[in-house]
Every structure is written in structure tokens, then in C-alpha cells.
């Protein structure tokens, strides 16, 4: 029909909505924050985990939440494809990698992100 919009037209209209939560949580994370909530999923940061949390806020913060899991999947395994990209991301952050660095770093998620196809272990 001519009056519905097509699902990547819809996308489009939304992309650029902020939610005041989720800016909140990113601009008042700490360190000590980040560690906690580690520990509570079971993980021991490393220097490791570092490197990906620093570079998945720094990205969050020069472009935004990613649409898709997918989006922050790909640009982690390019950024970590030297330590070994997906296998690695997967080795550290067990749960996922895009959902466990996101709630470690304090940045929006996106919003498929508890999809299972995105969890499941390499």
C-alpha cells in the first residue's frame, strides 16, 4: 500500500532518536563501574577486555549505537582480527561479544541484540 512505509524507511525516521538513559549511563561510567558489572557476568577483565571496551566506547562515541548486532560484530572482528576477530572476541566475551563488551562499556546496544544467532559461541 502507497501510506506504508517500508521497514528501512521506518529505520531511517528513528535512527536519529537519543535515548537520555542510555546517554546517562555512557557518560557516567567508570572504570570501577565497568568491573562490576564484569563480575557479575562472570568476567575477569584483562588487558584484553580493555582494549575492547575502550575501542567499542570510542566508537559509540564518534558514531553511535549500531542498527544491528551485526554492525558492531563486523567492525569489532576488523578492529581484532589481528589477536584472531570473531574466535577472540568469542574466547573473552563468552555471552556475546557485541552484548557483554556493550553493558561492560556503558553503550546502547542494539536493539537486536539478545537475538540468539548473535550468542552462540565460535
Given amino acids: ?3 506504508e512505509l517500508a521497514n528501512n524507511e521506518k529505520e531511517d525516521q528513528v535512527s536519529d532518536i537519543h535515548d537520555d538513559d542510555a546517554d546517562a549511563v555512557f557518560e557516567g561510567w567508570t572504570e570501577a563501574r565497568a568491573t562490576a558489572i564484569a563480575r557479575k557476568m562472570g568476567v575477569e577483565l584483562t588487558d584484553a577486555h580493555w582494549r575492547v571496551i575502550k575501542f567499542i566506547r570510542t566508537h559509540y562515541a564518534n558514531v553511535g549505537v549500531a542498527r544491528h548486532t551485526r554492525e558492531y560484530a563486523k567492525v569489532l572482528a576488523k578492529r581484532f582480527a589481528d589477536e584472531g576477530g ?6 573473552i566475551f563468552p555471552g556475546g561479544p557485541v552484548k557483554q563488551s556493550c553493558a561492560i562499556a556503558g ?3 542494539p536493539a537486536d541484540v539478545n537475538n540468539k544467532a548473535y550468542s552462540t559461541s565460535l
Fill in 107 to 109: 553503550v546502547e546496544m
Fill in 86 to 91: 570473531s574466535r577472540f572476541l568469542y574466547q
Fill in 1 to 3: 500500500m502507497d501510506n
